[in-house]
């Protein structure tokens, strides 16, 4: 197969994850004959600081034009310290979300079982935990009318949804429960929120199309709280777009970081592939970035042109990189000296070399090459 993917590796430590997730990618193209073309383009901070506005043409071009974006992080302190800064890094990747008509953002949060006690939560809780998360992406108060009084002391935020778009994600959640276990749970806030109570609606209606599937109904605060104290009662989650924001990020306390968080965002033509973790810019060129994220937005990145022989040797090698403690300090006590790249190399060995990866952790050369 051949791929034209748009690169975006961004701000802070995007640019070192992405350049892990490309290292996977290559080494995918090699071992099966694709051909994957990448292409890189300015977004964010970085792109404020060479052109002035945080989604250059030339970016959005780029993207429109390719079968997948390949997308990093965005963000910087600076910018997060100044309320009044008009133009700021976030706008970029909204923009890009909105241009590329990307509605549907899909979140998987898995409890590795080697990593069941890097969570601050009680093993028995999250222990088999496999959610999906199906969070809205082009709506809600995100993208609603912001307005800032003339004297700076009112300020407002609109939360608009209509029907289509509570509708077209509403189906692609259905799909993907009637693919798992069968169980939909819709988030909202339908006892205060009118735009809550339009979601509930469409989802009633649409229920009976889908007589295999059971869904259930919680309000955001009381599913914030279950997120916690039972996950695994959850199969496929289906919310708006500041909910799903807020419960995804929630949901990496149980997987043990949120840099084992993957994601990918669909339209109708389009797809981008990234971690949903931030910039990390105090975490930025010091090796520490957990790169993981970013492998396995790529491994959803093979899945959706249909390449899951591929995406699932790239999962195996993660799994293993797992398993061996060949992983970054926020995940790793065992070993003080892995950093981002070689986290990267031990995978790309890995896909490289699958039959040859010695299991026993003290035989393998980081920092040279993980095979012997």
Request: hydrophobic letters at 40%; glycine letters at 6%; aromatic letters at 6%.
């Given at each position: ?286 090796g520490i970035a957990n790169p993981i994220a970013s492998i396995l937005s ?75």
């Amino acid at each position: 197969m051949k791929l034209n993917i748009a690169v975006l590796p961004g701000d802070g430590a995007g640019p070192e994850v992405t350049a892990q997730a490309l290292k996977v990618l290559k080494a995918i193209a090699m071992e099966f004959n694709h051909v994957f073309n990448f292409t890189e383009g300015l977004v964010g901070a970085s792109a404020i600081q060479k052109t002035g506005i945080p989604l250059p043409e030339e970016t959005l071009d780029l993207c429109e034009n390719a079968d997948a974006v390949l997308f990093g992080a965005i963000g910087n302190t600076s910018y997060d310290l100044d309320p009044n800064a008009k133009i700021r890094p976030e706008q970029g990747l909204l923009g890009l979300r909105k241009s590329l008509g990307l509605y549907a953002n899909i979140r998987p949060v898995i409890a590795y079982e080697e990593l069941l006690n890097k969570s601050s939560l009680k093993k028995r809780q999250i222990k088999d935990t496999n959610i999906l998360i199906y969070r809205e992406l082009t709506g809600g108060i995100y993208f609603g009318d912001k307005v800032l009084s003339d004297d700076g002391n009112k300020a407002s935020d609109i939360c608009e949804y209509n029907r289509f778009e509570v509708e077209r994600i509403t189906h692609l959640a259905f799909k993907a429960a009637q693919s798992r276990k069968r169980k939909l749970a819709l988030v909202d806030k339908a006892n205060v929120l009118e735009s809550s109570r339009l979601w509930r609606r469409v989802v009633q209606e649409l229920t009976p199309q889908y007589p295999d599937v059971t869904v259930d109904y919680l309000f955001i605060d009381n599913a914030a709280m279950e997120l916690i104290i039972n996950p695994r009662q959850f199969d496929v989650i289906l919310t708006e777009n500041m909910f799903g924001d807020i419960l995804s990020e929630e949901a990496s306390v149980i997987v043990g970081s949120i840099g084992l968080l993957a994601s990918a965002s669909i339209g109708e033509k389009h797809a981008m592939f990234e971690p949903i973790h931030g910039a990390y810019t105090k975490g930025a060129n010091k090796g520490i970035a957990n790169p993981i994220a970013s492998i396995l937005s790529a491994a959803m990145l093979l899945e959706h042109f249909g390449l899951d022989d591929e995406a699932a040797l790239v999962r195996e090698g993660v799994d293993k990189s797992i398993k061996l403690h060949i992983t970054t300090p926020d995940l790793n006590t065992k070993y003080d000296h892995i950093t981002t790249t070689k986290v990267g190399d031990f995978i790309e060995d890995f896909i490289n070399n699958p039959d040859e990866t010695n299991l026993n952790f003290t035989n393998i050369h980081l920092g040279q090459s993980t095979i012997i």
